[in-house]
């Protein structure tokens, strides 16, 4: 019963290097999303993916890959880091929303990775 | 551009009292809105929604009032409980699956 996990929960980059971050969801979730948290910004779409082998950019996506290889996976990548992209990052997955069964499609979280850049 | 708005970064309230979080769209395309409690160095967690076809949703000590002209929603907690203290974000969401959130309000109830 884990749910939504990431790994790493904490990292530590210097300018430059490049990491990734893996987001892994049990619920057979169809849509999976990354999300930063940043002090007085909220939480800002990075990327989403509608499905296995697709993605989409979201309000951010400037600095960041992502991949979606495999339904339960989601993969952020970051190649050359940059001390803007210090911040909490979340994973995310819902079930696609169903207007006539008047499902919300609501987002299940991961707990977080705080991810630092020097 | 800040599609959700949450203009009041704190509240302060007393045990038992009623909570009022606020929260203002501007994309009128929104179909259903959610409100998500987090607690620090956790994920954030699903409270209750509406769809922009209702005005209010309730469930329990959490009722949500949406207000389509004035495009605000707001989130009452009835009676306010210590363990309420968190940070509430409020979100938009659409058929595409996409959410935006607001910047969040930081609710402290005191005992």
């Known amino acids: 019963n884990a749910g939504v996990t990431q790994t790493p929960k904490f990292r530590v980059l210097k300018t430059g290097q490049s990491m990734t971050l893996l987001c892994a969801q049990d619920?057979?979730?169809?849509?999976m999303y990354w999300y930063r948290q940043d002090p007085g910004m909220g939480l800002r779409l990075i990327h989403y993916?509608?499905?296995?082998?697709?993605?989409a950019k979201g309000e951010v996506p400037d600095g960041y890959n992502v991949s979606r290889l495999k339904k339960q996976n989601f993969l952020l990548g970051l190649e050359s880091a940059a001390p803007s992209q210090t911040s909490v990052y979340f994973c995310?997955?819902?079930?696609?929303?169903?207007?006539?069964?008047?499902?919300?499609?609501?987002?299940?979280f991961g707990e977080g990775s705080r991810l630092t850049v020097l | 551009d800040q599609q959700v708005k949450q203009n009041s970064p704190s509240l302060s309230v007393q045990e038992g009292r009623i909570s009022i979080l606020n929260c203002d769209y501007t994309?009128?395309?929104?179909?259903?809105f959610l409100w998500y409690k987090k607690y620090p160095a956790e994920g954030p967690t699903f409270l209750i929604s509406?769809?922009?076809?209702?005005d209010k949703n309730e469930d329990g000590r959490f009722t949500v009032f949406l207000n389509k002209s004035a495009k605000h929603l707001s989130l009452h907690i009835v009676p306010s409980q210590p363990g309420d203290s968190a940070v509430y974000f409020c979100?938009?969401?659409?058929?595409?699956?996409?959410?935006?959130f607001g910047t969040g309000t930081s609710l402290t109830v005191i005992p």
């Open positions: 995310a997955s819902s079930y696609s929303i169903n207007r006539k069964t008047i499902l919300t499609g609501e987002l299940f």
């Open positions: 619920m057979n979730h169809e849509y």
């Open positions: 993916s509608v499905g296995e082998g697709t993605t």
């Open positions: 994309n009128s395309m929104f179909d259903y």
């Open positions: 509406i769809s922009s076809i209702k």
């Open positions: 979100a938009g969401g659409n058929t595409g699956n996409q959410f935006y």
